[in-house]
């Protein structure tokens, strides 16, 4: 049980983004309810069932020593299917499972404690059968923004109706006064206490489990986490609404930078399991959390350069020579580290079309000798402007590249008479044939969605492009 509500609730806050503009929001549909209480799903989700030990008084055998072990759940029926729905007067969630049936099966031995002492063993199936009321789960936000039980209103009521035991495999005289005491035994000590454990597993297990959760997701360990944290309780309709912070911060400074976002849209969606908007808000203070960091700063040396290259990065290289006759000329023989660097953060908007995606970086040129101060000698600017619409085909995303611009401009030079064309013509050559044909490529072969633990799987993905958001539907299978 305690399984079961957990994961409902924590796919909830899947995956799935300091300011009152969600950045990212995540919804449950009935559908995505009902996946996870259908009787497959629980029976791989319940735990292995622990060995009875035990002892009883039956009035023929007197005191009799017993053991039931290797116990397996072989059959589970819910009636009726939705077991657990969405309830918007309850505002969360409502249990309304009206008979449980489950057939167990395993080992089974015991002792008597009379003046002639017997033992048997063989083997045991049980069918119980389990009515119970409906009871509430008002759902709500702790203060440190993470889902929480606002109100559990429980007015418990689990009666096992039936316990019917067959035991096998030993004398049938014996076992069959046997099974009758057990299966009041079991009866009557289910009543007792099934619902004290529903209580403290809602009240207490579930409660303690939400309250741990962690709302920082590392997108880049040890450099930003995503702050998933919610800024309000669910918005319950015939669905469950999730709102999330959703800004990337770093983890060092956690400074915030200065980034407006959008409200979403009204949408009543509920076709899929599970929905997830994604915002330009999360990803424009992705692209300022990692550029204050320094992450997206890259310094080319010769270290870098593969040991089998012949290439070299000296001012007397032949290529280089090549490509950069002046600097060769008035500083011969010298070390070359080429410093790339963002010159502010990357810039992402999402619009109806698709996203795009802007990066202005310095390109500087560096030189250093012996006995040589490194000295900059050539600043660059180049601005990266690129389209992109995104689709979905099975289990990957993929996108096609509308559109793509490189545009480079001289900012400074130490060399007279610098042949800035030359240089312009070949950073241009370079970002069409390998940077955006490596961006085609990549959205060509598609990117795999994460996997699910176990044996679920996403299907039926869907991708809706908005201005400011985007949209991703999905279903699970399994």
Not at 71 to 98: C, H, N, Y
Not at 395 to 412: Q, R
Not at 415 to 426: G, L, N, R, W
């Amino acid at each position: 049980m305690k399984l079961l509500f957990t994961s409902v609730l924590l796919c909830m806050t899947m995956p799935a983004f300091l300011c009152s503009i969600a950045g990212m929001k995540t919804r449950i549909t009935q559908r995505g309810i009902d996946f996870f209480t259908k009787a497959s799903q629980i029976r791989a989700m319940l735990p292995d069932i622990p060995d009875v030990i035990d002892s009883t008084e039956i009035s023929v055998l007197g005191k009799v020593d017993y053991r039931v072990h290797g116990i397996t759940i072989t059959d589970l029926k819910l009636f009726p299917r939705s077991i657990l729905a969405i309830d918007q007067e309850v505002g969360g969630l409502m249990w309304k499972a009206q008979e449980l049936q489950v057939a167990l099966s395993g080992k089974w031995s015991f002792d008597t404690h009379s003046l002639i002492p017997i033992s048997d063993s063989g083997s045991v199936t049980v069918k119980v059968v389990v009515n119970s009321s409906p009871f509430k789960l008002q759902l709500g936000t702790d203060s440190e923004g993470r889902l929480s039980i606002k109100q559990a209103v429980s007015g418990c009521h689990f009666t096992v109706g039936l316990v019917d035991i067959e035991l096998s495999g030993g004398k049938e005289w014996l076992y069959n006064v046997f099974e009758t005491n057990v299966e009041d035994m079991i009866k009557n000590a289910a009543n007792d206490q099934i619902c004290a454990v529903v209580e403290k597993l809602i009240r207490e297990d579930l409660a303690s489990a939400l309250s741990s959760m962690e709302v920082l997701a590392p997108i880049v360990p040890e450099v930003a986490n995503l702050d998933l944290s919610l800024l309000s309780d669910p918005a319950v309709d015939s669905y469950i609404d999730l709102l999330h912070k959703g800004e990337v911060v770093d983890v060092v400074n956690s400074v915030h930078g200065d980034i407006q976002g959008s409200p979403l849209p009204s949408d009543s969606d509920n076709e899929r399991m599970f929905y997830l908007w994604l915002t330009d808000y999360t990803l424009n203070s992705a692209g300022f959390a990692l550029e204050s960091t320094d992450y997206l700063q890259y310094t080319l040396t010769q270290a870098e350069i593969p040991e089998d290259s012949s290439f070299v990065l000296n001012t007397s290289a032949y290529e280089l020579g090549l490509l950069l006759p002046q600097v060769s000329r008035v500083y011969p023989n010298m070390e070359v580290q080429c410093r790339i660097a963002p010159t502010g953060p990357p810039s992402f908007t999402l619009t109806e079309d698709g996203a795009e995606i802007r990066v202005v970086t310095n390109i500087e040129l560096i030189i250093s000798g012996d006995n040589a101060t490194p000295k900059t000698v050539i600043t660059l600017e180049n601005n990266l402007e690129l389209s992109l619409v995104l689709t979905v085909r099975e289990a990957a995303v993929f996108w096609d590249v509308k559109t793509f611009s490189c545009e480079t401009s001289l900012i400074e030079s130490e060399v007279e008479d610098f042949d800035f064309v030359i240089v312009e013509s070949a950073i241009k050559f370079a970002c069409h044939a390998f940077i955006k044909q490596y961006i085609k490529d990549m959205g060509t072969e598609g990117v795999p969605v994460p996997d699910i633990p176990g044996t679920i799987a996403m299907t039926n993905l869907s991708v809706v492009h908005g201005n400011g958001y985007l949209k991703m539907g999905f279903d699970l299978k399994g």
